[in-house]
Nanobody, 126 residues
């Protein structure tokens, strides 16, 4: 049983930065393709970023490219999302997600991810 726990959310102002963390337990993260999703208020869950098991490949939503960076430390079973130049439109609950499927069998759909954290709130004020 894989458990994912996010941390690092909070209330910030536009232009600020935040770093989210996702700690995995129950399985080595080096065996898990990882991703971040978010759910803005009143909207459906959407893809933010994903990273391959070895960290060599990444993919980002167009809305966050150039501002967000996904990374992972498999030795610590932890994944990160560095969010720079935050905008009010980034306000959402952020979820980390994982799947044992390899990179080539996953995409930007939440349906491809089996493991989910409980979410952490990020609020960006203007």
């Amino acid at each position: 049983q894989v458990q994912l726990v996010e941390s690092g959310g909070g209330l910030v102002q536009a232009g600020d930065s935040l770093r989210l963390s996702c700690k995995a337990s129950g399985r080595s993260m080096s065996d898990i393709t990882m991703g971040w999703f978010r759910q803005p208020p009143g909207k459906e869950r959407e893809f933010v970023a994903r990273m391959s098991m070895d960290g060599a490949r990444t993919d980002y939503a167009d809305s966050v490219k150039g501002r967000f960076t996904i990374s992972r430390d498999n030795a610590k079973n932890t994944m990160f999302l560095l969010m720079n130049n935050l905008e009010p439109g980034d306000t959402a609950i952020y979820y980390c997600a994982g799947t044992s499927r390899p990179w080539t069998m996953t995409g930007a759909s939440a349906l491809g991810f089996l493991y989910w954290g409980q979410g952490t709130q990020v609020t960006v004020s203007s």
